[in-house]
């Protein structure tokens, strides 16, 4: 994989981040809970418990930490189809998660929309959305609703270096930054759209350059360093808060897995997987900062692993144990509830 | 204790598969993410990681061995210093017994589906839509689309409009005429061309609580939208399990106008109707356009406004009320008859009303029953006229393949057979892009001589 430089538009890369024990543990609590939510999908699906397709997020996990760790309450988030890893770092109930992937009752759409399609009002989680590109512009109204309304939240839309090369895409950079829309175009660049690789499918590389072309500052970021997302996305929403409009960030990050689950990944070589894992993984990362920096012992973050494996196994049982949806639910949820229609009809 | 490695699927049609390879032997250490086997699914070559850590106990299934059931024990793990023969097997991960995976294919061919819970029934009172003594003045489609646009935005200050020159051009067909003047730029919103998006934070926008009207300046660019009306706009609210939907409005002419040729002219009733999840109205009177459009702004749904540009100059008598509105759902009775019924919506309803005219000379009495909405339908409406006069047709503007003309001719027959006199005739624009020659498009619409015929063939006269 192609690592590149943090660089920005405006100034040199900032001081190297820094952070609290607290929080390189909470880092690598919730990293690592991604991961073991996504393995014991992967491991559902292979008993034939999840259906379709399942994308995983093991080896991106430091995105959405690093970017929740930035957010504050009320900031929204919507992003595309690899969306497991976004719905757990903004708050949302493994159980319910894991329960959609299964098709059951207690997923968060009830069963209905399963692995790319599901939402949290509550979490200000605007979804989980299947066509790729299609959450950009989406996100980007959520923005002018916020503005609209008058409140100073962002929005953080993410998607994936394969989606930055839909037209929809251009054409919603052009209205963020006319109408400064607090919008925060979050390139998650794993390398691959699904199995082309950036340097097969363009030759602009540096997806985050693209902005330059609108006026909408952004830049190149190490995601496989959490510290680095979360300086970065907390620059982003500085910028994006304080009414200059949007901000693009292209996070420098790698999929372990295939594209879905079905994906033989033929595409690249093992060899090119492993040296990631073995050098950048970036839950080793903290890891070792935690260690490296006397925060925490062997046994103290074993613990944490036994804490969230059981999280993860109790998700799964849920998943297994939910009923599937009533038949009857077939028919429900179509549409809205009829508003009163006005007096003079 | 140890624990099962089984068969893993590794697609969503795997059955089963071969395993090609082993990657790792009886005694190896493995961790979370080790590749453990390769194996062939019906697609491809896939390698297949190890979950769980521990110790390769025994592998039960040699490598090489073909049609491996999904499921099926591959290997045991067993915890440091164990042995795969003194342990007890963790059977805590067995799968459920599950039906075979049901792909829309299998969903295709299987047919039968359980009958759908009526539509929405249009409420049966019989009271006039607008109270007796009622003032009525004359305005065009136009002014009363403006009026109505213009009653919904002070009405609720969420609402607002954006699109191609709706605000300082006053619109490219001067629907939003003065617009602008009375609720500033914050509400209405010109924005470049740029369709595809313009839908998509339309729809952003209704997620983040407010209520946006979307104006194209023709449906045959919103082509270019479709994706986010019917993949996001539609579909959110089943696919959230009823959490998030997306209330907001579509509006634009829709149809031939005149002599724009094949690009501009196309009447996309049909593809709309077809969706779950949307609502889509077409109306035909300038009352009917104030009244639903009114609605349209305050339903909690994403909802289609297929406007006609000829119909925006024509004048039509508008009840003078303060806040009229027109329910979804609810046809009307357009002329009442006798001898056969005409179901008609949008600009068709101007030819149908013209052939009612001429057959009049014919001694025909034409009951003409006006859609309103196409989703949903007012069925009952219909129903009930076709009982009365045994005999229908339909008339639209559309292509004839897949119309909305096919589907109510067979909801008719389906739910009136043994009171039709004749099989329902459906006249429609005929299955040719729209030609630019004056003869020819005149040719490729729905004409008044073939709605005239048709009616008369039902009545075999």
Known sequence: MAARRTTTTTKKADAKPSASKEELLHYYREMLMIRRFEEK???????????????????????????????????????????????????????????????REGGYSRGKGGSMHMFSKE???????????????IGAGL??????????????????????????????????????????????????????????????????????????????VDGMDVLAVKAAGEKAVRHARAGKGPYILEIMTYRYRGHSMSDPAKYRTRDEVQKVREERDAIEHVRQLLLDGGHATEDDLKAVDKEVKEIINEAAEFAKESPEPDPSELWTDVYAEQTPQGEAI | MATEVLMPALSPTMEEGTLAKWLVKEGDTVSSGDILAEIETDKATMEFEAVDEGVVGKILIPEGTEAVKVNTPIALLVEEGESADDVE????????????????????????????????RPSQKAEPEVPEGTEFRTQTVREALRDAIAEEMRRDENVFIMGEEVAEYQGAYKITQGILDEFGARRVIDTPITEHAIAGVGVG??????????????FNFAMQAIDQIVNSAAKTLYMSGGQMGCPMVFRGPNGAAARVAAQHSQDYAAWYASIPGLKVAMPYTAADYKGLFKSAVRDPNPVIFLENEILYGRSFEVPVLEDFTVPFGKARIHREGSDLTIV??????????????EL???????????????????????????RKTNRCITVEEGFPVASMSNHMASYIMTHAFDWLDAPVLTCTGKDVPMPYAANLEKLALVTVEEIVEAARAVCYR
Not at chain 1, 176 to 204: D, H
Not at chain 2, 362 to 381: F, K, M, N, Q
Request: some cysteine; charged content about 20%.
């Open chain 2, 344 to 357: 008609s919506w949008g600009i068709g309803m101007s030819h149908a009303t013209q052939a009612a005219e």
């Open chain 2, 360 to 386: 009049t000379k014919d001694g025909i009495e034409a009951e003409i029953v006006d859609l309103r909405t196409l989703r949903p339908i007012d069925y009952d409406t219909v129903i009930a006229s076709v």
């Open chain 1, 143 to 220: 923005a002018f609703s916020q503005k609209y309304l008058g409140t100073d939240r962002v929005t953080f839309t993410y998607f994936g270096d394969g989606a930055a090369n839909q037209g929809q895409v251009a054409e919603t950079y052009n209205m963020a930054q006319l109408w400064s829309l607090p919008c925060i175009f979050v390139i998650e660049n794993n390398q691959y759209a699904m199995g082309t690789s950036v340097k097969r499918a363009t030759t602009s590389p540096d997806f985050w350059e693209r902005g330059a072309a609108y006026g909408i500052p952004g830049e190149a």
């Open chain 2, 89 to 120: 097997v963790d059977r805590g991960s067995a799968p459920f017994p599950q039906d075979k995976a049901q792909t829309s294919e299998d969903q295709a061919a299987g047919g039968t589906q359980p009958p759908a819970p009526a539509q929405p």
């Open chain 2, 205 to 218: 926008a209704a997620f983040g609580g407010l209520r946006p009207i979307v104006e194209f300046m023709t």
């Open chain 1, 41 to 103: 999908a992967g491991q559902l699906y292979g008993m034939g418990l999840i259906g379709g397709f399942c994308h995983l997020y093991i080896g991106q996990e430091a995105v959405v930490v690093g970017l929740e760790a930035a957010a504050e309450d009320g900031d929204k988030r919507i992003t595309t189809y690899r969306d497991h890893g976004h719905m757990l770092a903004c708050g949302m109930d493994p159980k319910g998660v894991m329960a959609e992937l299964t098709g």
């Open chain 1, 123 to 137: 979490k200000d989680f605007y979804g989980g959305h299947g066509i790729v590109g299609a959450n950009v512009p």
